[in-house]
């Protein structure tokens, strides 16, 4: 089993910037693709990014290019994700997840987080 526990969320204005980590513990040589995804209320949860193992292919839901960067540091076992340009609509918790497979894809994560509020207020 692999435990993730994401930290850093919290009240932010908009234009400015926050750095989620998420810590895994457990087996987690059994970890490829490391993710992120958020859920506003009353919405579904939707994909924010994904890293491959190395960290050295990435990918990004629209909404979030150009402002969101995720990045892996495997001797910490840590994923980040750094938030610039927040923007209101970015209001959501956010999860991390982990997959026993490789691919960025925003589908078929075996492990999650416990979510960590973000609020961008305008």
């Known amino acids: 089993q692999v435990q993730l526990v994401e930290s850093g969320g919290g009240l932010v204005q908009a234009g400015g910037s926050l750095r989620l980590s998420c810590a895994a513990s457990g087996r987690t040589f059994s970890i490829q693709t490391m993710g992120w995804f958020r859920q506003a209320p009353g919405k579904e949860r939707e994909f924010v990014a994904a890293?491959?193992?190395?960290?050295?292919?990435?990918r990004y839901a629209d909404s979030v290019k150009g402002r969101f960067t995720i990045s892996r540091d495997n001797a910490k076992n840590t994923v980040y994700l750094q938030m610039n340009s927040l923007k209101p609509e970015d209001t959501a918790v956010y999860y991390c997840?982990?997959?026993?497979?490789?691919?960025?894809?925003?589908?078929?994560?075996?492990?999650w987080g416990q979510g960590t509020q973000v609020t961008v207020s305008s």
């Open positions: 890293s491959s193992r190395s960290g050295g292919d990435t």
């Open positions: 997840a982990a997959r026993r497979f490789g691919g960025l894809t925003a589908y078929g994560y075996d492990y």
